[in-house]
């Protein structure tokens, strides 16, 4: 369990680090960099594992690499390059949520009472944390919400498809050839949207960098995934609820962002609402099988 809190803490700090890294230069190509570097660490199992792809599922391994990585990573920096740390984290708390009603919808997975009970009471403390606002520097702004919120919603749209696939291959294959791809991928997109970037070198924002490209990237997910050894899907599944809670504290801690009450009131309710999703299946599980006995 320790490995997966701490890959969870790693992942709830990136949108701290890419403040820092925006010192230096602006959301796209830090995105590019991030990708880039990510890459590079995995290029020698990339090359030992290319053959094992078979034809057919290239087309699908590109558009899920580019939704996984492109998309949702420059949705969510760009994002948070307007709003504060502390409510794009909050938002990425509403994700476990977001899956189940993304599976219902496209899915045909239906989702029970309790999950459009929890639904509706995440999706209020939204509401709640961008009425509230933030205070010192913890501006909460609408439209970057709303593009963490959209990097969210693409991220659920590709998870089924992208078991699907690792189901196939093997996450031996996918991951190294997904990053590698990825970071290939993005640079189109880079270089239109900001075609000329400034540079502004400090230390800080490399390594900022640094920690996004190596930590957040590669190192986390090897963390997740050998907690995966030991740790239940359940309890995976409530201590992703802890990814906004790490954001939270130290987007106040380390930025010095500040939300006002009604705010802060908003993110107890998404993170409580997000946990309380991920809980009611197991205690419900155990007073069906009570009552049956």
Known sequence: MFFQILALFMWGSSFIAAKYAYTMLDAVWAVQIRLLIAALLVLPACRRVLGRIPKDKW?????LAFGNYVAVLMLQLIGVQYTSA???VTIVGLEPILMVMVGHFFFRDKAEWYHWLCGAAAFFGVLLLILGGGEEGGEIDLFGCLLVFLA?????LVMRPTQKLIADIGAAAYTPVSIAA???MCLPVVLVLSPAPQID???QGIAALLYLGIGC???A??????GMNSVSANLSGLLISLEPVFGVLLAVVLLGERLSPLAVSGVVVVIAAALLAGMLPKWLGREKAVCKT
Do not use: D, H, M, Q
């Open 59 to 63: 087309k699908s391994l590109l558009w």
């Open 86 to 88: 502390a409510s794009a």
């Open 152 to 156: 969210g919603l693409v991220f659920c």
């Open 182 to 184: 990825a970071a290939v």
């Open 201 to 203: 070198w400090n230390v």
């Open 217 to 219: 990237s590669w190192f």
């Open 221 to 226: 997910y090897w963390l997740w995934n050998k």
